[in-house]
């Protein structure tokens, strides 16, 4: 087993600062246990199977290397139909969150991007094995209600790490379209990018994982070294029919072709 204490170290305390969402994955799976599938294909998801204390598990992960993390419409078929494998064949699915969200504008609107990521939300509601969702750093608006299978509350148990901030949607733009009035009404330039940082900063403190923890929005915030144990003990507590049911038609009977 990885030592646990390096999840610590993997996402950093500067909110702008990328990281590796590899390295969380690797240091909670068993050691040598990660498969990566199809990595060259909607790279803003990861999707890896994985070993957790000898069991198969399925991991989905957001790249925060790629488009900030943002899911644009292959990432979406490519996570939605990763959902449906691990759910045909009785894999449990651990999702790793860190999200603006939905990628949006015009250029994105051209590959049918609301049809394409509806596919999340319909196949997540439509899981049979044990699903947890951890946030590790952004999880705003629908992006994260995917990304939980559709909703904090949907999950066995919505964690996060102390880094993760939650909202609408980014922070920046919502100060922007919430407080547009009040900040033109500002005429002088330096002003007025001092109070949207300093909204931008309540917002941030708003949406922290302790204060949506706190209002049970989520479920814990946990030290990121706990989260192995924490998992493995969700999915050892869950019910699992087991793979040989899907073979009896009682689960998912088939997978999208690609």
Known sequence: MPDQTALRDVVPEHRKTVYDVRRAIDGLADEGSVLELRP???????????????RAVGVLANDPKVLGGAIDAPAADKAARFLQLCDAHGLPVLSLCD???????????????VRRFSRLFVVGASLSVPFVCVVLRKGYGLGAMAMAA???????ATLSWPTGAFGVMGRGGAVRLGFKAELEAIADPDE?????????????????????AAHLEIDDVIDPAET?????????AAPDPGPAVALRGRRRPGIDPW
């Open 40 to 54: 060259a294909y909607g790279t803003g998801i990861v999707t890896a199977l994985v070993r957790l204390a000898g």
């Open 99 to 113: 999200t603006p969200g939905f990628l949006v504008g015009p250029e994105a609107e051209e590959s049918a991007q």
């Open 150 to 156: 559709g909703g904090c509350h949907e999950p066995l």
């Open 192 to 212: 007025r990018q001092e109070a949207f940082d300093h909204m931008v900063a309540a917002a941030y403190r708003h949406g922290q994982a302790l204060n949506m």
């Open 228 to 236: 192995r144990d924490r998992v493995i003990a969700l999915f050892d």
